[in-house]
Antibody, heavy 115, light 110 residues
Framework: QVQLQESGPGLVKPSETLSLTCTVS????????WTWIRQSPGKGLEWIGY???????NYNPSLKSRLTISVDTSKNQFSLRLRSVTAADTAVYYC?????????WGQGTLVTVSS | QSALTQPASVSGSPGQSITISCTGT?????????VSWYQQHPGKAPKLMIY???SRPSGVSNRFSGSKSGITASLTISGLQPEDEADYYC??????????FGGGTKLTVL
């Protein structure tokens, strides 16, 4: 069965760029939509955006100006880059498969924005 | 877009049934059958329980069921079990091709 695993720095400085990668195993990244979702500490879920394996993207309007999601089918990975981060971007970041429901999810990775 | 509205908490005793509501607008829940429900245990990733209002993924117990009326969707858990204690989130596709989540509901099994 397909599994997803997030990876990337756990600490990012304010104004810098948050970069995460999601590695897909047990299945091909070709076909399906691939999504990023985050959850601020003690808070609810927020949809960040998705990418189709062909490269088509759709972003949350509130993050669109700072966000890039890309895919590397040769590595079975997709990635998130969020520019000019602030403390408000501190969250557990999840990657997940499919749209507009998400199954399965990665285990999540905590990213803290702090100097 | 505004978050969907869920009750902050619900509770029930083992064996009972509970229902969690999820209220949106005519631009999301009311206009699309793309409502999903997720279960999240502490420190764990969310798990898909219901998609397309009332469909269950393979492996999800038939004690979990979903429905929708107008701008309000509902998740019903029957035969409540201790392991059902968790946070539950609804989500809906929107008219601007985005997705919105509910604020989450904490289910306590008494």
């Amino acid at each position: 069965q397909v599994q997803l695993q997030e990876s990337g720095p756990g600490l990012v400085k304010p104004s810098e760029t948050l970069s995460l990668t999601c590695t897909v195993s047990g299945g091909s990244i070709s076909s399906y939509f691939w999504t990023w979702i985050r959850q601020s500490p003690g808070k609810g879920l927020e949809w960040i955006g998705y990418i189709y394996y062909s490269g088509t993207t759709n972003y949350n309007p509130s993050l669109k100006s700072r966000l890039t999601i890309s895919v590397d089918t040769s590595k079975n990975q997709f990635s998130l880059r969020l520019r000019s981060v602030t403390a408000a971007d501190t969250a557990v970041y999840y990657c997940a498969r499919d749209w507009p429901w998400f199954n399965p999810w990665g285990q999540g990775t905590l990213v803290t924005v702090s100097s | 877009q505004s978050a969907l509205t869920q009750p902050a908490s619900v509770s029930g005793s083992p064996g009972q049934s509970i229902t969690i509501s999820c209220t949106g607008t005519s631009s999301d829940v009311g206009d699309y059958d793309y409502v999903s429900w997720y279960q999240q245990h502490p420190g764990k990733a969310p798990k898909l329980m219901i998609y397309e209002v009332s469909s269950r993924p393979s492996g999800v117990s038939n004690r979990f069921s979903g429905s929708k009326s107008g701008i309000t969707a509902s998740l019903t858990i029957s035969g409540l079990q201790p392991e059902d204690e968790a946070d539950y989130y609804c989500s809906s596709y929107t008219s601007i091709s985005t997705l919105v989540f509910g604020g989450g509901t904490k289910l306590t099994v008494l």
